[in-house]
């Protein structure tokens, strides 16, 4: 087995960020923002809520994402020979801070997500059916 030292430059995301989930989130996020930036005036006003809401939404999902891959660089590769093994090495990092922070992005992605969803389609003052 060839193990590389944790000090030599390594980039340690580039295997997570490379898979086809994170290109087809990046892609969308941007081809949604070129659609938009395309369009009159009077709609991208209305819209830039959304493209400020989708940038901060990619931005913690990378950072989900690159701390959840750095974790299991740790536990699989970096530090194998843990006592326990990767299962040991789970139990023991559970509280690390970057554990910690990758669960608390992705919980935050959730809870901004869950919170679009929720949101009002209405215009404030609308009748929610004609005629009323």
Do not use: C
Request: hydrophobic fraction near 45%; aromatic fraction near 14%; charge should be negative.
């Amino acid at each position: 087995m060839v193990r590389a030292p944790r000090n030599q430059a390594i980039n340690h995301f580039a295997p997570r960020l490379t898979q086809p989930e994170a290109g087809l989130e990046i892609f969308t996020f941007f081809a949604s923002v070129f659609s938009i930036s395309n369009r009159p005036d009077d709609y991208r006003k209305g819209r830039s809520f959304y493209v400020a809401f989708g940038g901060i939404l990619l931005a913690l999902t990378t950072i989900e994402m690159a701390l959840d891959a750095l974790w299991g660089q740790y536990m699989w590769i970096d530090d194998r020979n843990y006592p326990g093994g990767p299962l040991g090495f789970f139990v023991v990092t559970g509280d690390a801070w970057y554990n910690v922070l990758g669960l608390a992005t992705g919980a935050a992605v959730n809870i901004l997500g869950d919170g679009l969803l929720v949101r009002p389609i209405f215009p404030r003052g609308a009748a929610l059916i004609d005629g009323e």
